[in-house]
């Protein structure tokens, strides 16, 4: 059995930076291309650093045909700095992380408030908001909390594209068919796991992320929605590379790293379930459609041939576990 | 300010074996006595077992004024072997660990079926049970999906003295009120933090333990019985070591290491409430007066004094790291 994609894209990934950009990046490249988060150390937040990172990027993939679509960390803007953005060669949007938007809904209004005008000007421009939506409640409430928030978006902006980042909750999809201007990402792991696999038997630092995996309903309607090719739902690896000494240690830091996996995992998932025919919307064309994106013409074909997944990454004296590290997945790609 | 306790006990303990014994056993000598849990490779199951574990503890302790109540770990007995345990010096109870008991209902009634005789016979021969109490479900269900375990054990014995060890949620609670032949224990950690202080922010192996911290609503509601002193609830740390390489790793071992500091942080909570005059009830009399215990005579002096808690345990080639490692706690032991 085997499928071939048309320019698989991520619609969320992480690449770091220096020699963890040159680890993990060529490990994407299966992909035609892939949105980059802007949080660095400091974040990109000009169209310059944002550049410049794209320039890096291109650099560590030694790839020709990988689209970099560049994203800027959301802070309010002025209408010239907007379309100084927009004007930039591989700009895709805004990403907007909730330090300073919510924790309660006074405090999300007031800083929606704040961020209005920005808001109201990349809707006339078109211009896509990206959310990291989580409030700052208990861990396992943080996201539907959030809700409240994408809600007041969505109305208040009816022509903003936004989308939920790396959505986990049953109630993130409700709301999704709620509103035509609200679209989502999720990752693999979301559709996989739950909080029992991360602290339901022994701790898993390696699939520990934030959001943090939810219930069994929510990862089995997540599944369902991926399975089924909701129109609005696609694929953002969320793959976020950490050094082993930084997961496997007190203190571990969120992230799963997926990219190099993540393709024949999905195959494997989408053929489990007699869906492999929906793997293509779910993995490129609903992305391209809502986004209207035209990515490089890149093929690439899976079949059901085991893959032999690392015990972990290494170069540039960096070490990244992957999730499956040391495991067997039944599928992989065609070389 | 000071508070001077009477025989503090610390009804859930777990002291290893060989080395780790070693290191722990002094740790916990600033209580009059443990309930001692059996759960070794392999574990105590005979009364000859647990005689050889009780002498190695008191060798490792070197403290003569220490009481060692003994656990076995529960299967179906017959009445002469539990006859044989009852007479053992130092036997307590036994303690059933939920792996043949529950998942489902029907499961759990099956396998109560088959304990029912020698349930019976404890609950004539007033021999405790000591219960984990947890389903194999979603982590964050498995103690309220175990309570109706407990409450068929609470009708079907009424007589029996049946302990819901380490309770983690204000369902338990509840329970705990309906039914006067239930008492339970609860752990310094479960009334201070949640799964936000373990996955809310960077993952905390050392804060990692089974049952896993719940909701916030949970903490409160334990945290205010015991500051009432509800007269059915008593202190068990379940202080539970393990090597640091096991707790700082991928698949981290559950378990909260605090017998060291449990005393000065209790003390310091109890005090920051108003409530340390209700401490005596829950270190002590509570479990005095629900099992009756006549613990060797010890005072023990807790002063607000700051302690500071060390980075680790060493010793005999064991490293185990606290809870609140090399953090300042206000209260301390009054030597």
Known sequence: MEITLNAPLDMHLHLRDGDMLKLVAPLSSDFAGAVIMPNLVPPATTPAAMSAYSERIASAMGEESFTRYMTLFFTPQSEQQLTQAKATPGFFGYKLYPAGITTNSEGGVANLTEADSTLRMMQEMDIPLLVHGESHGFVMDRETEFLAVYRELAERYPKLRICMEHITTAAALQLLDEFDNLCATVTLQ??????????????????????????????????QAALNAHPRLMFGSDSAPHPRCKKEACGCAAGVFTAPLALPRLAELFARHGALDKLQAFISDNACKLYG???????????????????SYRSYGQQVIPMYAGEQLSWSVKR
Do not use: E, S
């Not at 739950?194 to 022994?202: E, I, K, M, R, S």
């Not at 994106?293 to 997944?309: A, E, F, G, R, S």
């Open 190 to 223: 979301h559709l996989i796991i739950t909080l029992d696999d991360v602290a339901g038997g022994a701790l898993q630092p390696h699939l520990f992320c934030k959001p943090i995996a939810k219930r069994p309903g929510d990862r089995d309607a997540l599944l």
């Open 293 to 311: 994106l035209t990515p490089v013409q890149k093929q690439i074909t899976l079949h059901d041939v085991p893959m032999q997944v690392p015990a």
